[in-house]
């Protein structure tokens, strides 16, 4: 199985350092990320039910829930992180889901959009995929698309991001075996997506092919080095104290915040 760098010890050591437990060492740990309001949550019930519980981010007063299935044979640990816009770590919300994505070592991220704002929804999808390579993205709201006559090129959109692209009417469960289907393959990686970056003007690039020798003995094998790059220049060296912070020993897990949905 597909591991990220920063997971030198177990896959649980690395979801420990943010205070969540997996059933077994063998859990496939899914991040959901979107815009607010994409149906993040109505695509974390679909899949989960009622098997859910929230839980409290060390240090942080933003919320998020994790959810537990079971789909051929595997179990999976979803994280429904905080609605965010983008992942620059300019609020609480954007730093835990940027946090969770580059550090939780999650084994696939899901970033659900709305099929009726789709270009502004991809800025954030673009911005994973600077991150992560095992990204599925799902194009939501289908219904609402269809109703307001927007057409989406699905197959155009999945070539030219280089990611697999899911139609989903989460709120009619439309979409979500596909969906299942699709993070098992990426999670066990059968299916290996290889996002096409998009290049920046000729100037940062620039300024990037500089920074990364730099940046690379520092980050090289947990965060890939152009996208540390990209937020230095940007003037954001906040990623640098959560290297700090996330590559240290994991603290002794707490898990007497979580709250428990009885079912
Ligand atoms: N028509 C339609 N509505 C949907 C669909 N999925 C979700 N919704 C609705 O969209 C609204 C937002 O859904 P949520 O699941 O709360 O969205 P979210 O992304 O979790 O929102 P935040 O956590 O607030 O960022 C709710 O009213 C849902 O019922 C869908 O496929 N079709
Ligand atoms: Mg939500």
Redo the contacts with the bound molecule.
Sequence with gaps: MSQNPCCQGTHAACTERFEIELQSPDDLVIALA????????????ALTGMNQHTGNWAGKTVGSAIGRIRHEQHGFTLV?L??TYSLLSQSADEQVARDFICFGNPHATLV?TDATNLERNLNLALQVMEVTDRVVVAV?????AKRKGITIDLAGLQEQLGVPVIP?????G?GLPELKDMLLKIALGEVKPSPKLFPYSEEVERAVAELIPQVEPLVGGVLRPRWVALRLLDGDDSVLAALEQYTMEPPRPIRSGEVVIPQ
């Design positions: 979107g815009n607010p309001n994409t149906g993040k949550s109505t695509v974390f019930n429904d905080p609605g659900v939501n709201l289908m219904d609402e989903m009417t989460a709120r009619k439309e």
